[in-house]
């Protein structure tokens, strides 16, 4: 597996300009508060206006701005986990995942998406009736449903502690190699994310350290 990007893009004040050629099956995105780490995600997803954006998943581009190809963010194959994990609070937990599938082509079921992250038999539950650790599991498995060709992951550690830390890791890895989805995971900790991925791209004040 193969994942290579270049972001170029401005928010205010703030200049972003990274780039990554990474062999691996997951890249780490790290560095401190206001590095650009999420503006990096984002720009990848098409969820803010950027300057310029590369993206090549296993050989395939996705998207190259400077070329002419310039998907809207539904269309652009990926799947975004937001830090927050956005779940919609007056839905239930299969109908949550269900809206992974409103632009997908072939994406799985609700029942597939939920076994992949070990949470079967969830499906009628709410999201306040779940503990943070399953509902960033639930927002994982939203995103994965259309079977995106990359898996973007904003600080899906954010907020747990160490022993959930520990088994969230130890079950992302598990997922990457199941699902074979290459995935960016972003956290303010390189040790968390040192077991994750063969690539760590050290973000500061928008620039790769
Ligand atoms: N909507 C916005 N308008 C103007 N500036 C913004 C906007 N969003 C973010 N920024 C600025 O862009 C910079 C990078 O922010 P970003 O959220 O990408 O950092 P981060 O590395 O993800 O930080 P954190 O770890 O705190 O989430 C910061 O200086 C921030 O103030």
């Known amino acids: 597996m193969s994942l290579s990007f270049w972001v170029r893009a401005r928010r205010g004040d703030f200049a972003l300009d990274a780039a990554c050629d990474a062999p691996g099956k997951a890249v780490?995105?790290?560095?401190p508060s206001g590095a650009g780490k999420t503006t990096l995600l984002q720009g990848l997803a098409g969820l803010i206006p950027t300057e310029e954006v590369r993206?090549?998943?296993?050989?395939?581009a996705l998207v190259d701005t400077a070329m002419g190809l310039d998907p809207p963010a539904h269309a652009r194959g990926l799947g975004y986990v937001f830090?927050?994990?956005r779940l919609f609070p007056h839905l239930s937990v299969g109908a949550n995942v269900a809206f992974g599938a409103r632009w997908a082509k072939k994406p799985m079921s609700v029942a597939e998406a939920l076994k992949?992250?070990?949470?079967?038999?969830?499906?009628?539950?709410?999201?306040?009736?779940?503990?943070g650790g399953e509902m960033r599991r639930v927002a994982i498995a939203r995103a994965l449903l259309p079977r995106p060709r990359l898996l973007l992951l904003d600080e899906p550690f954010a907020g747990l502690d160490d022993a959930r830390r520990q088994a969230l890791i130890a079950w992302l890895l598990r997922l990457r190699d199941t699902v074979k989805t290459p995935?960016?995971?972003?956290?303010?900790?390189?040790?968390?994310?040192?077991?994750?991925?063969?690539?760590?791209?050290?973000?500061?004040?928008?620039?790769?350290?």
């Open 83 to 85: 830090q927050d994990g």
């Open 55 to 60: 993206l090549t998943v296993n050989d395939r």
């Open 28 to 31: 780490a995105l790290v560095g």
């Open 116 to 131: 992949l992250v070990d949470l079967e038999g969830f499906e009628h539950r709410r999201p306040a009736g779940l503990s």
């Open 183 to 209: 995935m960016i995971v972003v956290s303010h900790d390189d040790r968390d994310v040192a077991a994750l991925a063969e690539t760590v791209l050290t973000l500061d004040r928008g620039r790769q350290v």
